[in-house]
């Protein structure tokens, strides 16, 4: 079956605007998972979801992060304002069950570059 | 605070030379440990999950291993293929610690 998508693949901003990054995850997965990885660094966390509740944002940097899933596939994580230091590749994972531990399936990832 | 190292940062390898990577990790709760695989451009691909010390898991040429404070990831015997950055993450609580990966060369 097809695995996790995300779109766009690539996205360059200019300082100042606002960015919407696209997760599709497994059909029928329940959770959903947003990391960011800088150039050469292991993912971070940014905000878990489980169907449509986001339950832990403690990862977002800033509030200019915002994410959502409103019904419980489909996610957007969304990014205002954008400043150079968010530029990253930014990775949606979903997981079959809850919270784990069980394996995720991560998505290719959308490299945001801002100049 | 929450941590995950791995070692060594780069790694290169002839064909057929066997070595391993390593894990240390300093979190509290930990529910368990992943290896996975990353290409250039692309997501990380699952390898293994490690759940309580002592416990081993074994696919192709690779064998993660776990113990209290620490994991290896075994690769024996390895192939070009085989290049790519290995990752390690711990789920501790709600959430999953990365390291900053080891990257693997292995040259024919």
């Known amino acids: 079956g097809a695995g996790v998508s995300q779109s766009p693949r690539y996205k360059v901003a200019k300082r100042g605007q606002d960015v919407a990054l696209r997760c599709d995850p497994i059909s029928g997965h329940v959770s959903l998972f947003w990391y960011q990885q800088a150039l050469g660094q292991g993912p971070e966390f940014l905000t878990y979801?489980?169907?449509?509740?986001?339950?832990?944002k403690s990862g977002l940097p800033s509030d200019r992060f915002f994410a959502e899933r409103p019904e419980g596939s489909v996610s957007t994580l969304k990014i205002q304002r954008t400043q150079q230091e968010d530029s990253a590749v930014y990775l949606c994972?979903?997981?079959?069950?809850?919270?784990?531990?069980?394996?995720?399936?991560f998505g290719p990832g959308t490299r945001l570059t801002v100049t | 605070e929450d941590q995950v190292t791995q070692s060594p940062e780069a790694l290169r390898l002839q064909e057929g030379e066997s070595s391993s990577l390593n894990c240390s990790y300093t979190v509290s709760g930990l529910r368990g440990l992943f290896w996975y695989r990353q290409d250039p451009g692309k997501g990380p691909e699952f390898l293994f999950t490690?759940?309580?010390a002592g416990e081993e898991k074994e696919k192709e040429r690779l064998k993660a291993t776990l113990t209290k404070k620490e994991s290896f990831l075994h690769i024996t015997a390895p192939k070009p293929e085989d290049s790519a950055t290995y990752l390690c993450?711990?789920?501790?609580?709600?959430?999953?610690?990365f390291g900053t990966g080891t990257s693997l060369t292995v040259i024919p």
């Open positions: 994972a979903s997981t079959l069950e809850g919270l784990g531990p069980y394996e995720q399936y």
């Open positions: 490690l759940y309580s």
């Open positions: 993450a711990v789920q501790a609580r709600n959430q999953f610690y």
């Open positions: 979801f489980q169907n449509e509740a986001q339950l832990d």
